[in-house]
């Protein structure tokens, strides 16, 4: 069971707007902790890849149809647009200081219907 | 190839050692925090170890006491030696770069190596 709670599938059409969550505790995303929330891709067959960092930042590379928010002992990660190149799984990440290091979701697989 | 590659994976019998070795390029191991995570097949991520610049380490609870992080810095080279192996080991095992001082994410990520521990 994972620390951080993803749901386990979202689907939308070309063009739509999808959204995960993540939710997690006062150790780990809980506003308190100053602890970022951050977000991978992980398309089939391949290592996972930064999406996301600090919450809503992302990497150089990274399309603007993805954007992350945090608030409270939750974040969430927004597809806009969505395309089928996007079809992937998608993790949340953030520290546990209870734990003294990594938490992850368990995933979220997109699919582009 | 991307700066970490990792080597040394494969078929081993339960309660077996193995020890993974993480080539790095382009920065020094020993000025990063490194760590390791593993996915079971078909499952989600999970952290197993960090080991700090300064060379503090920490490790999840379930590979506590069996699995050692280390490094070489003469050959810029993350280890992760792992004793004691189950059947529930069996994942592949990525190398990553922690962002810091920019914030407690990965940035970089190896391809991966398969580990695969036999009953």
Redesign the interface.
């Known amino acids: 069971q994972s620390v951080l709670t993803q749901p386990p599938s979202v689907s939308g059409a070309p063009g739509q707007t999808v959204t995960i969550s993540c939710t997690g505790s006062s150790s780990n995303i809980g506003t308190g902790t100053g602890y970022g929330v951050h977000w991978y891709q992980q398309l089939p067959g391949t290592a996972p890849k930064l999406l996301i960092y600090n919450n809503n930042n992302r990497p150089s590379g990274v399309p603007d149809r993805f954007s992350g928010a945090k608030s409270d002992t939750s974040a969430s990660l927004a597809i806009t647009g969505l395309q089928a190149e996007d079809e992937a799984d998608y993790y949340c990440q953030s520290y546990d200081s209870s734990l003294s290091g990594f938490v992850f979701g368990a995933g979220t697989k997109v699919t582009v219907l | 190839e991307g700066p970490l590659v990792e080597t040394g994976g494969g078929l081993i019998q339960s309660g077996g050692s193995l020890r993974l070795s993480c080539a790095v390029s382009g920065f020094s191991v020993s000025d990063n925090y490194m760590?390791w995570?593993r996915q079971a097949p078909g499952k989600?991520?999970?952290?197993i170890s960090?080991i700090h610049g300064a060379g503090t380490t920490?490790?999840?609870d379930s590979v506590e006491g069996r699995f050692i992080v280390s490094r070489d810095t003469s050959k810029n080279t993350l280890y992760l030696q792992m004793d004691s192996l189950r059947p529930e080991d069996t994942a592949v095992y990525?190398c990553t770069r922690e962002?810091r001082p920019?914030?407690?994410?990965?940035?970089y990520?190896?391809?991966?190596a398969l580990v695969t521990v036999s009953s």
């Open positions: 760590n995570v989600g991520l999970e952290w960090v920490y490790y999840a990525y962002a920019y914030g407690d994410y990965l940035d990520w190896g391809q991966g």
